[in-house]
């Protein structure tokens, strides 16, 4: 069967509806096929998931995920269905699409599809590491410190939520995830950071590793007012890159393919260079 498990989409539509208030989103659906029926669920006033149960239609599905995701699906998923319609009778099956969503079909009678923000198990996530905040939701970012988008989630969208986190309204949560083979600092970068970590200073060091400012890590230490020596002897220390590369192997398993990769507790935020959106999912998660 061709496959549709992920739909390598560039994030498009405005006003995603999962995660947002749920008020309205059967009228901007609009009516299901005669014979169809729409449900929703709910998670602290937000739409958690849409479903629809009824006459076989692909193209009020692709609306459906439309509607519900805000990526524009409609019009691959309706090829997916017409290239895989004769195989998927009498199956149930879960797609992942765009990585952040789960969108289960059943090719029983009657036709069911439902669309879901992926979740993670919070316990598979680890315990928290590196946390600002005391209380709200937590956002967990999985990053890498040459990465450019990683940089620029740190300058555009981090400092918000930093702020948030100092004013108790949520927590945020830092994990190592170095694309080593493509970026050569990623990893001695980390464990810098680790470094820096162990005498309280981690934040600010990842701020001026978030500017690029790579290479020179006993520099920055300094600038930082960081015990020089305890810090070299701490970059030499096999304990804290086994640290770092632990880090990496969770979000290996977890299924992560590049960085940033953010999760609203236990949800796979879809595009965590969108503030407000982040905030939705973090109301979801509350």
């Known amino acids: 069967m061709r496959g549709l498990v992920s739909l390598a989409l560039a994030l498009g539509l405005a006003m995603a509806q999962i995660a947002r208030p749920a008020e309205g989103f059967s009228q901007t659906l609009g009516a299901p096929p005669p014979g169809g029926k729409v449900a929703v669920e709910t ?3 937000r739409l958690l998931a849409a479903s629809y149960e009824g006459p076989e239609d692909p193209a009020f599905v692709g609306r459906l995920l439309e509607k519900a995701t805000g990526l524009p699906f409609s019009l691959p998923f ?24 789960w969108l289960e079909l059943s090719f029983a009678e009657p036709f069911r599809a439902r669309v879901a923000p992926r979740a993670v198990e919070e316990a598979a996530l680890g315990p928290e590491r590196h946390l600002l905040g ?37 927590r945020v949560s830092y994990r190592h995830f170095p694309l080593k083979e493509i970026h050569p600092e990623a990893l001695p970068a980390a464990i810098a950071s680790e470094c820096a970590a162990k005498q309280g200073a981690f934040w600010p060091y990842h701020d001026r590793l978030m500017t690029g400012r790579l290479g020179n890590y006993r520099a920055l230490a300094r600038e930082l007012g960081l015990k020089e020596e305890a810090f070299a002897r701490c970059l030499e220390d096999p304990a804290v890159k086994g640290l770092v590369e632990g880090e990496r192997t969770l979000a290996l398993r977890l299924g992560l393919r590049g960085t940033p990769t953010a999760f609203a507790g236990p949800y796979w935020v879809p595009n965590p260079f969108d503030l407000p959106r982040v905030l939705d999912y973090l109301e979801l998660a509350r």
């Open 78 to 101: 309706q090829n997916w269905y017409r290239q895989n319609a004769p195989l998927l009778r009498g199956r149930a099956l879960t797609l992942t699409l765009e990585d952040a969503f």
């Open 134 to 170: 005391t209380a709200g939701p937590i956002l967990r970012v999985f990053s890498d410190f040459q990465c450019p988008f990683c940089q620029r989630l740190a300058r555009e969208v981090l400092p918000e939520l930093k702020a948030q986190a100092l004013r108790g309204a949520l």
């Open 43 to 45: 998670k602290n006033g």
